[in-house]
């Protein structure tokens, strides 16, 4: 079924940068799709990004996107997520997701999920 751990979560200023990882452990699967996702306070879950890990491909959300990037270690089973530029807008408990589904909207309710790290940028 796999089993994901997320890590690399802090707290910096605005236009600082923080690099997650998410280890990847137990999923066998050669068509994985892995999402970033995450929730801030008395907001609703938001899907940042989605990597096709098979194509290297990765779909972002608009407010991320020219800010956050994704790249992959098949070596050590990681997922990494670099942000740059955080807003204090991006302060937000992040999840890791992984699963075949190839929508962020089917991976958020069938995929397999990391117990979050936590994200906070002041201004």
């Known amino acids: 079924q796999g089993h994901l751990v997320e890590s690399g979560g802090g707290s910096v200023q605005a236009g600082g940068s923080l690099r997650l990882a998410c280890v990847v452990s137990?999923?066998?699967?050669?068509?994985?799709?892995m999402g970033w996702f995450r929730q801030a306070p008395g907001k609703e879950r938001e899907g940042v990004a989605i990597?096709?890990?098979?194509?290297?491909?990765?779909l972002w959300a608009n407010s991320v996107k020219g800010r956050f990037t994704v790249s992959q270690d098949n070596a050590k089973n990681t997922i990494y997520l670099q942000m740059h530029s955080l807003e204090p807008e991006d302060t937000a408990m992040y999840y890791c997701?992984?699963?075949?589904?190839?929508?962020?909207?089917?991976?958020?309710?069938?995929?397999?999920w990391g117990q979050g790290t936590q994200v906070t940028v002041s201004s």
């Open positions: 997701a992984a699963g075949s589904q190839t929508t962020l909207a089917s991976l958020q309710i069938h995929g397999v």
């Open positions: 137990g999923y066998t699967s050669s068509r994985m799709c």
């Open positions: 990597l096709y890990t098979y194509t290297n491909i990765t």
